[in-house]
């Protein structure tokens, strides 16, 4: 069976994600461009969050888990981390919980595909597209309706 022990394989903070987004940008901190340990780190995170068990680190820093759903929200709304991002509704709360859950099953997948050494499929599948889908329709806008509003006008204009 294959098994992995937790202390072996060390901790995925906040701060190594800032550090790895800063080296290399936002595609660096993707499932797909993380190393294996981190990856590791990511998909327990992402399982403990979306159980209830906690967002913390053994030494209590926090996770890069939740780090990473905040930053490619911001992306995806094209906002400024900096402005932050405000959580005061349930339903704001909800998009939060469907991004943790987009990332976890790219990270579970990304984890599998190497295991089995097969190859990646996320060029296909982009994690960045599916968390802006989450947003527009949490947003209640749509990239057709913004498209069409801008590049065509109305009929007998």
Known sequence: MLLFDREEIGHFSEMDLAHVLEAGGWDAI????????????LTDQFRAIL?????RGPDGSPN?????????????RDSEFAE??????????????????????????ELVSR??????????LSVL???????????GTSPMTSASA???????A
């Open 30 to 41: 993707l499932p797909q461009s993380l190393t294996d340990n981190q990856l590791v780190c």
């Open 64 to 76: 890069a888990a939740i780090a990473m759903a905040m930053l490619l929200l911001a992306k995806a």
């Open 115 to 124: 295991l089995l050494k097969r190859p990646s499929d996320q060029k296909d």
């Open 84 to 109: 932050g991002v405000d959580f005061d509704t349930e339903s704001d709360m909800d998009l939060l919980r469907e991004i943790l859950m987009v990332l976890s099953v790219a990270a579970d997948r």
């Open 129 to 139: 597209t599916g968390i802006e889908a989450l947003v527009m329709q949490h947003d």
């Open 51 to 55: 159980w209830g068990e906690g967002s």
């Open 150 to 156: 801008t590049s065509h006008p109305p009929a007998g």
